[in-house]
Every structure is written in structure tokens, then in C-alpha cells.
């Protein structure tokens, strides 16, 4: 990986177990560039925050019920919608008071639409029978997590090519 790069501060989104940011964590001497400057989980229990405390990366939790945008149990559609564009504008002022100069959610570029973003880096996974879940889960986990470094990688350095042309 190039070691030639500028600081680069990431904001990294997790909801869960927190496995693909323990990944760039334990790279962290690969990539001296990256600097996690904060995890933000929209679920109060995700290990990740855990995860991230353990080697003092500040954490927010950031939820759309227990952030009061809609109640528990909302059905109409209108107030769901309005509460979703609120809670996106919000979690968009919190990422970006960190002023990062990444985001990661998963392999894929951030825009407006969830998960529609362009994909940094795509690998195809050889279905393998037999198969137990556990063994699928674990390999795929092993997958993920060298994709999020190598796209990682990609974006910072994208990041930095974009940014020099543009001066």
C-alpha cells in the first residue's frame, strides 16, 4: 500500500458487530495515513462502539427512534419520510464535524440514496459445496474484511489524486 499519502481522517458508519472496522484498526500500521476520528453506530448495542473504545476512537450513537425523529411503531408513510430526511441531515452535520475526509460504510462511495453509491471494489465469491453456514460466514467475513482495506485504500487514494488536479 502507498506510504507516500497525506493524513487522511476517516468517519467510519457500523451497525453492528463493528468486524470490517476492527479490520482497518488492525491495518492501522499498513495504512499510517488513516486516521479514525470517529464511529458513529445507529445501534446502541453494536460491539463496533466497543470496538472502537478499546483503542480510543470517540464513538456516537445516532438512531432514528431513540433520536425521537418517529415514534416506535410509526406507520404512516409521510412522517417516516420527513423523519428519515431530518435524521439523514443530522447524521450528515455529526460526520461532518469530525470534517473527515472519507467516509466508510462498506466498499462502495457515499451519496444521498442508501447503499447506492458507486462501487469502489467488487470481488466474486466461488460458492464451494459442502458447505456448512459457519464455514461460509467465516470466509465471507475473511473477504470483507481484506475488501474494506484494499477499498479503503482505493478511496484515499482517489480522494488525494481528485483533490491534487483540482488545486
Known amino acids: 500500500m502507498p506510504q507516500d499519502l497525506p493524513p487522511t481522517k476517516a468517519t467510519v458508519l457500523i451497525s453492528g458487530e463493528g468486524s470490517n472496522l476492527q479490520a482497518l484498526i488492525d491495518a492501522a500500521p499498513l495504512m ?9 453506530s445507529n445501534k446502541a448495542g453494536a460491539n463496533g462502539l466497543n470496538r472502537a473504545k478499546a483503542v480510543s476512537i470517540p464513538t456516537a450513537y445516532h438512531n432514528l427512534v431513540s433520536g425521537k425523529y418517529y415514534a416506535a411503531g410509526e406507520k404512516d408513510p409521510a412522517v417516516k419520510a420527513a423523519a428519515r430526511e431530518k435524521y439523514d441531515a ?7 464535524a469530525d470534517s473527515p475526509d472519507i467516509l466508510t460504510i462498506t466498499e462502495h462511495y457515499v451519496i444521498s440514496e ?4 458507486e462501487p469502489i471494489v467488487i470481488r466474486k465469491i466461488q460458492c464451494k459445496t459442502p458447505e456448512t453456514l459457519d464455514e461460509l460466514k467465516a470466509r465471507m467475513h475473511s473477504q470483507e474484511h481484506e475488501l474494506i482495506l484494499e477499498g479503503t485504500q482505493l478511496a484515499i487514494s482517489h480522494l488525494w489524486e481528485k483533490r491534487s488536479k483540482s488545486e
Open 32 to 40: 499510517p495515513h488513516l486516521k479514525i476520528v470517529r464511529v458513529i
Open 90 to 96: 443530522d447524521l450528515a452535520k455529526l460526520v461532518l
Open 114 to 117: 442508501v447503499d447506492r453509491g
